[in-house]
């Protein structure tokens, strides 16, 4: 599956994003999508994720109750609405598909190319 990322820019801190992932190739249905970022100097790390088979979605503490993941199937697009941004959060946000249910940066086989999400204070 190909992916291709897109969305990200300059706002400021307590404004929002939304980046969306376009896939091309397989269809969601057996797909876990998940949002990742590294921040520079740091390990890319684990955003957000959700799961077509059981519709199944969860995110790491950092971003809970501030970020939304959701999907549009019939589109192949994921997205990541981003509210209540803080300089904490820029980084390049990555999105990732694969088959198993995971958090682990590993576990992800197929990657769009990253958006940059600058968050001013």
């Known amino acids: 599956v190909q992916l291709q990322a897109s969305g990200g820019g300059v706002v400021q801190a307590g404004g929002s994003l939304r980046l969306s992932c376009a896939a091309s190739g397989r269809t969601f249905g057996d797909y876990v999508m998940g949002w990742f970022r590294q921040a520079a100097g740091k390990e890319r790390e684990f955003v957000a994720r959700?799961?077509?088979?059981?519709?199944?979605?969860s995110y790491s503490d950092s971003v809970k109750g501030r970020f939304t993941i959701s999907g549009n199937s019939a589109k192949n697009t994921v997205y990541l609405q981003m509210n209540s941004l803080k300089p904490e959060d820029t980084a390049v946000y990555y999105c990732?598909?694969?088959?198993?249910?995971?958090?682990?940066?590993?576990?992800?086989?197929?990657w769009g190319q990253g958006t940059l999400v600058t968050v001013s204070s």
């Open positions: 959700i799961s077509w088979n059981g519709y199944k979605i």
């Open positions: 990732a598909a694969d088959k198993m249910y995971s958090t682990r940066v590993a576990d992800f086989g197929s």
